[in-house]
């Protein structure tokens, strides 16, 4: 047999496993089926062969939760589960129908995958359309500022991102996946979606300049409405009108392409990203040749005046032709008539008509001219330092669309503004990280290397521009004054045509990464599941194709496009990004300065203050660009935050924000330690004791209303609930009912349940063991044993005194609600009535403080308070009226004051009653036990002579009260030993009944149910009608042997009350007259 089992043993883990183990027989186990694989929910049989090895068997039961190290790092090994992108995109449309294949790993490094992506992402339409312009309007020095500003933003912001890209695997998802697992779900959602809207922006920003380029420098025929003759306001509506109409048609187009397939802008991305390319050598060759041989760009100046060269073609008032002296199309667009009799306009008769060189060239010296700025307000025409010019004093100017005219009002906040967005794009590497061979080696290093690059082209242009060209011409945004070309194609060399169709075709395929970007980005937030409103977005085509987003993204697309203007939504989508960089600074930061285990980026580079000046300077640029669009960004962030907060799904995803909580809390619990509060800071921390049923529902849901409506001193709440049982068996209902427990009445606080062999202990490890450090609980509420009379429910009334016990030894307050089911939910409101404090002892001010909180709350805050005072024999009334009248005035609360003044007779109802109540205690002892209990009391007596009790586990009281032949029957004084020795529980004699019904009432208990009955009586008269009636509970005895009459006496004190909060001090003062 034992051979048997080695050759089993053997064959299974040899060469030859399949052939031995046909042979072996099947192994009896322990019946409890096993897991087919390590990973739970995993039902692969194939993989179950993998954990059958015996070398293991120490460890076989825990392979359900606890794989072997070998599978597991067989599994991290072979990781693929990434989201699709747009390969398995393109996979699924060109396999529809197929048995789909495995996905190969990928294939992508630093060059392909990161480098050069980031490179087309971040040039584009801002360098080729306004870079010139800008260096024009605000000079060489303030434009390298705004660069170098620029630049280092998204420098830090890249190394941040380094560090979190490269803290574990980064699926597809980028900048939103990051900031969500960083920041938490509320972040990740609000900034996921600011990242989106600036996406979608961002592709409005780029069709607009693709058609800017179309109209403008390709083919300006094309325009539907003419601008011909229009000038100021009119020639800018028409224009404004042509983009919108191409732009929605051009948009259209761009969402059909990406409808169609995915596959045809990859296709097309290298294409685009060789136009930049090309487009940008062709600039640099340019800078080079003019050094050799300056490009011919005459710019015609009247006076110091820059002129629109078109309707012309030389650049003179009057020409020499066959000795003859005529006129020129330039006199015709400035007189009435070609003759030179002409009556011409003021200014060209003044000034003369000079031709510049639009280009001078790097060797030039033109450098100078252009370090400064030259801030233009909007329709003042563009002039050139230097040249003669005669104006007549307080001319109105004439002709004023012959002249290169400011479109805009300029300043340096509305430049940095519309150059932000030509630095944006550094994420197009992380988005990517799903399709690269070694993500956390490639990302850092393509990005970095792909900012440094584009920084680098940046400033050498903004020096370079300022070198080469002049200044009214650099001014000259739409390039009129050298007919009509695009500025930066002046420069490029061998022909103007590489910079205009290849910033055409950039600027369209940067518009179509944008539509083809956000769609995803928007699907993966719907995804997630944090913000409820967008889960139809997560739906899409069979193969994955985010149909709905993308119809969403064209209609918000469509909106910048309506706005038309390039310079208006390039600060709009400035916002969004610089949103999206400062929380991924901020991320990398608290990441950093929590230092989170889970926090071990392979990027090495990285240190938190670098993460805060990043973070910093995203927040100065945001304001800067403009004040207003920061704020309204800042707003809808909010609005997205707290609408997650308040409705959105619940994520877990060990972000930072968890971290920084934690970190708080524990410093304010450090803080707290130091001493207890003071008599101004304090207020209730309420332990609510509660019972649940069989299905761990709560049986006194009304007591959690009242929680919630105390919770108006905004103090700590712990739910807590005792099962009996073991732990181990009791574990599921245990966490049943710490979920159910927090959902009813929407309770804010936290809960706490106790499994313990009996209920009376886990109450009192309740009231010993909640909280934590100086965050404790200093006053239990609970509620008032209805039952307490019936003979099976003894242990219910001995349970709750003991409480009353526990909580005066603790120091802690007690609150008793009676007739709970009664009291108002939190949706009731109290239109009108009284909340009655009936003052007896004082107890640190509790009775006075509780009301005040209870009339913060919409439930009670109409009910007036009134508080009423015992007066003894020898207390003068009114005097104790004044007083307390006075008390209340310091105390800054408004209640009316009466003093009540008690009766001293005792009348022969208190005797009756009095005699009732100890007859009752008697008979419930020595008569109406029943066979199971004198059972129980004959085992006890057995355990006792067998299992002495030690000093190391106490008898609990419960126990105490059950012990049977020693009891004796005392009355609740400590002074007055009237009563005897109890004969034997369960042995009844007609002696022993004889001498029940001959018993005289102790003066005592007399005493006693005489203050009760009169208590209540004046209670009744007074507060018939009260809402809510707060009254002084008395201690319990210190005697165990009258615990039956406490529980009469407070039953008798309350009688005919609707509701009433019985409230007994923690042995402090909790409020006070000073300030």
């Not at 299992?947 to 005392?970: F, I, K, R």
């Not at 039956?1044 to 006496?1049: G, I, R, S, T, V």
Request: charge should be neutral; aromatic fraction near 8%; glycine fraction near 8%.
């Amino acid at each position: 047999m034992l051979n048997n089992l080695t050759e089993c043993e053997e064959g299974e883990g040899g060469a030859n496993s399949q052939v031995v183990s046909t042979t072996c027989p099947a192994k009896k186990g322990d019946g409890n089926p096993k897991e087919s694989s390590p990973f739970i929910n995993s039902s692969d049989p194939e993989k179950s062969q993998q954990y059958d090895g015996k070398n293991m068997a120490l460890f076989e039961e825990e392979m359900d939760t606890s794989p072997m190290v070998s599978s597991l790092l067989s599994s991290l090994a072979n990781y693929s589960n990434l989201p699709q992108g747009s390969k398995e995109h393109e996979e699924a449309e060109n396999n529809e129908g197929a048995r789909k294949k495995p996905v190969q790993a990928p294939r992508m490094g630093t060059l392909m995958g990161v480098y050069l992506p980031c490179m087309q992402n971040i040039l584009g339409v801002i360098l080729f359309l306004r870079m010139t312009w800008m260096v024009g309007i605000g000079g060489v020095i303030e434009a390298f500022i705004i660069v170098l500003m620029c630049c280092s933003t998204t420098m830090l912001t890249a190394i941040s991102m380094s560090a979190i890209a490269t803290n574990g695997v980064v699926p597809a998802g980028g900048s939103y996946y990051m900031i969500s697992r960083s920041l938490g779900p509320e972040f990740g959602g609000a900034v996921g979606i600011c990242f989106y809207l600036g996406t979608t922006y961002a592709g409005a920003m780029y069709i607009l300049g693709c058609i800017e380029i179309l109209l403008i420098y390709i083919a300006p025929q094309a325009a539907i409405f003419k601008m011909e003759g229009l000038e100021g306001p009119e020639a800018e509506a028409a224009m404004l009108n042509n983009m919108r109409v191409y732009g929605s048609l051009v948009l259209t187009f761009m969402a059909i392409v990406v409808f169609v397939g995915v596959k045809y802008v990859n296709k097309l991305a290298l294409v685009f990203l060789a136009c930049v390319i090309s487009s940008i050598l062709a600039v640099y060759a340019g800078v080079i040749k003019t050094a050799i041989e300056p490009p011919v760009f005459p710019v015609c100046m009247l006076g110091n005046r820059t002129l629109i060269w078109k309707g012309f073609d030389v650049c003179a008032k009057v020409m020499e032709r066959e000795n003859a002296t005529v006129t020129t199309k330039l006199w015709r667009l400035f007189c009435d008539s070609e003759f030179l009799n002409a009556t011409c306009d003021t200014y060209f008769t003044n000034n003369n008509v000079t031709e510049i060189q639009g280009i001078p060239g790097v060797t030039s010296g033109i450098l100078k001219e252009n370090l400064f700025g030259n801030y233009l307000e909007k329709g003042v025409i563009l002039q050139k330092n230097g040249l003669s010019s005669y104006d007549e004093p307080d001319a109105v100017p004439t002709n004023t669309n012959r002249y290169v005219v400011a479109d805009i009002t300029t300043f340096f906040t509305l430049l940095v503004g519309i150059y932000f967005p030509s630095v944006t794009g550094i994420m197009a590497g992380s988005n990517r990280s799903g399709d690269l061979r070694d993500a956390q080696k490639s990302i850092p290093i393509g990005t970095i290397l792909a900012i440094s690059t584009t920084s680098f082209i940046y400033m050498s242009s903004v020096v370079l521009f300022g070198s080469c060209i002049e200044g009214s011409v650099l001014r000259d945004k739409f390039g009129e004054a050298v007919r009509g070309n695009l500025v930066i194609g002046t420069l490029a060399w061998p022909s103007p045509w590489v910079i205009v169709f290849g910033s055409f075709f950039s600027t369209c395929g940067a518009g179509l990464q944008s539509l083809t970007g956000a769609p995803r980005l928007l699907q993966a937030i719907a995804r997630d599941g944090i913000v409820p409103f967008l889960r139809i977005f997560g739906h899409g085509k069979a193969n994955g194709e985010p149909t709905w987003a993308l119809l969403l993204t064209a209609f918000i697309c469509e909106s910048g496009i309506l706005i038309a203007s390039l310079d208006s939504v390039a600060p709009i989508l400035s916002m969004f990004f610089l949103m999206c960089y400062m929380f991924v600074n901020l991320a990398c930061a608290l990441q950093t300065l929590l230092r989170t285990p889970n926090w071990r980026p392979r990027f090495k580079f990285y240190h938190w203050a670098l993460s805060f000046l990043g973070m910093s300077l995203c927040l100065s640029l945001m304001f800067i660009c403009s004040w207003y669009y920061a704020i309204v960004a800042m707003v809808i962030a909010s609005c997205i935050y707290k609408y997650i907060e308040f409705q959105g799904a619940e994520k877990e995803w060990g972000d930072g924000i968890r971290g920084l909580s934690l970190s708080a809390a524990r410093y304010a619990l450090m803080r707290l330690e130091e001493g207890p509060p003071h008599t101004k800071n304090w207020r209730p921390q309420i332990l609510v004791l509660v019972s649940v049923d069989a299905e761990q529902n709560v049986e006194q849901p009304r007591l959690l209303s009242l929680t919630n409506q105390l919770k108006a001193g905004k103090g700590l709440t712990i739910v807590g609930t005792a099962l009996a049982g073991t732990f181990l068996d009791n574990h599921p209902q245990a966490q049943q009912a710490e979920q159910k427990l927090m959902e009813t009445e929407k309770v804010k606080g936290f809960c706490q349940v106790v499994v313990s062999s009996n209920i009376r202990d886990g109450t009192s490890h309740l009231v010993q063991a909640s909280g934590l450090g100086g965050l404790q609980h200093n006053t239990v509420l609970v509620s008032w044993p209805r039952n307490w009379k019936q003979a099976e429910d003894h242990q219910l009334w001995r349970n709750f005194i003991e409480l009353v016990r526990e909580t005066t030894a603790a120091s802690k307050a007690l609150l008793v609600a009676k007739n709970i089911s009664a009291f108002p939910s939190n949706g009731e409101r109290f239109t009108e009535g009284h909340i009655d404090v009936w003052w007896i002892v004082h107890d640190g001010g509790m009775l006075m403080l509780l009301p005040f909180l209870l009339r913060q709350h919409k439930v009670w805050r109409k009910c007036k308070m009134r508080i009423f005072t015992v007066a003894q024999m020898d207390d003068n009334s009114i005097q104790m009226k004044k007083d307390l009248t006075t008390f209340l005035y310091h105390l800054r609360i408004d209640a009316q004051v009466e003093v009540v003044e008690m009766v001293s007779d005792i009348s022969a109802y208190t005797y009756e009653k009095t005699l009732m109540m100890e007859q009752r205690s008697q008979i419930l002892k020595q008569i109406n036990l029943t066979k199971t209990e004198r059972e129980r009391e004959e085992q006890l007596i057995h355990d006792k002579s067998t299992n002495p009790p030690t000093p190391a586990t106490p008898q609990s009281p419960a126990a105490e009260a059950e012990t049977p032949s020693t009891v004796v029957q005392m009355t609740w004084t400590e002074t007055k030993c009237d009563g005897e020795q109890a004969k034997p529980l369960g042995i009844t004699t007609n002696e022993a009944i004889k001498d029940l019904f001959n018993m005289k009432p102790n003066q005592s208990n007399v005493r006693r149910m005489h203050t009760a009955l009169r208590l209540n009586g004046e209670i009744v008269k007074k507060s018939q009608e009260a809402k809510l009636v707060l009254l002084n509970m008395p201690g319990p005895p210190r005697n165990r042997t009258g615990d039956e009459n406490y529980m009469e006496f407070l039953e008798v004190l309350t009688e005919g009350i609707n509701r009433v909060l019985l409230v007994r001090g923690g042995g402090r003062e909790v409020i006070t007259i000073y300030s």
